[in-house]
């Protein structure tokens, strides 16, 4: 019997529902902020604010609901959100300038949440892939403030506005400094949490990872199926063939049983010869 080869992963993340649960929380969050705002603008709304909030609301809640129904994982859910949160930041960015009042000392409130933005690319990416998201979006940001301080504002409001927009850039720029430094610490250490809980010889989830995933599912009162198995006769196998081909033995079992895993199972290594699966409901 021939059984599709899957590649043999990391054990499922135990924090993936408290993920779920935050992003749901984020959602919330911005929909109401998004209405408060709009609701302390009226009736003059903004002519940004009013098309842009809106259509952001619909991105986040759009998403939560594709998550929901498994549609899509995490990490695209979260990737649209950031891309929805960047691009209406940047457009408000810019878009402010030409609504300041003259003599105006500092930007709108709405430019605080870039700390938000630098600082919430290093939970959706990489750390090395966040770090260029956020220099991009600074540049992008540096070049906004630069054209409208040197084309579109007013001489008499330039001045004062200087000292805002450069403080807003540095800022930026070491947050981005310091989230970078933190993000590759932070991927060292989930690294070393992933390879303490993968059986080197298999491949596949050692007998820690195992016992967490059961207690994490014991501890949210979920149902779930156990198979425990191990190998007939797997001595013989050394000590007729050598280590080496029982070593083989037992990868191949490793990686049949993870090739047969149904979604959201985890196939462990026990220890020896023996083997568990913890199957859904």
């Known amino acids: ?6 590649p043999i992963s990391a054990p499922p993340s135990t924090w993936q529902p408290g993920q779920r649960r935050m992003f749901l929380l984020v959602v919330v969050l911005e929909v109401c902020a998004s209405m408060a705002a709009l609701w302390s603008q009226a009736p003059n709304f903004d002519a940004l604010d009013v098309w842009a909030l809106p259509l952001l609301s619909a991105l986040m809640l759009g998403a939560q609901l594709l998550l929901s129904m498994g549609l899509i994982r995490y990490e695209r859910a979260t ?8 691009t209406y930041l940047l457009l408000a960015l810019s878009h402010q300038y030409s ?7 500092t930007l709108s409130e709405n430019t ?7 600082t919430s690319a290093f939970y959706v990416f990489p750390a090395r892939v966040a770090t260029n998201y956020a220099v991009l979006i600074l540049g992008i940001a540096v070049m906004i403030c630069g054209w409208h301080l040197a084309a579109t504002v007013p001489a008499e409001t330039r001045l004062s506005l200087i000292g805002a927009t450069v403080q807003l850039l540095l800022s930026g720029g070491v947050l981005i400094l310091i989230q970078s430094i933190f993000g590759a610490q932070r991927a ?9 809980l993968i059986d080197v010889l298999t491949g596949i989830a050692n007998r820690r990872a195992a016992e967490e995933r059961l207690r994490e599912l014991s501890g949210r009162g979920a149902a779930y199926t156990v198979v425990l198995f191990d190998l007939d006769h797997f001595k013989q196998i050394n000590d007729k063939h ?9 990868r191949g079992v490793a990686q049949l049983s993870q090739a047969l895993l149904p979604q959201g199972g985890v196939a462990a290594r026990w220890g020896g ?3 568990l699966l913890i199957l859904p409901r």
Request: charged content about 15%.
């Open 1 to 6: 019997m021939t059984v599709p080869r899957r």
């Open 79 to 86: 990737s649209l959100a950031f891309l929805g949160g960047c």
């Open 99 to 105: 609504v300041m009042p003259p003599g105006a000392r």
């Open 112 to 118: 605080y949440w870039f700390a938000v933005l630098f």
């Open 188 to 196: 060292q250490l989930l690294a070393s949490r992933s390879a303490a």
């Open 242 to 250: 050598g280590h080496a081909a029982g070593d083989l033995v037992l």
């Open 273 to 275: 010869e023996e083997f």
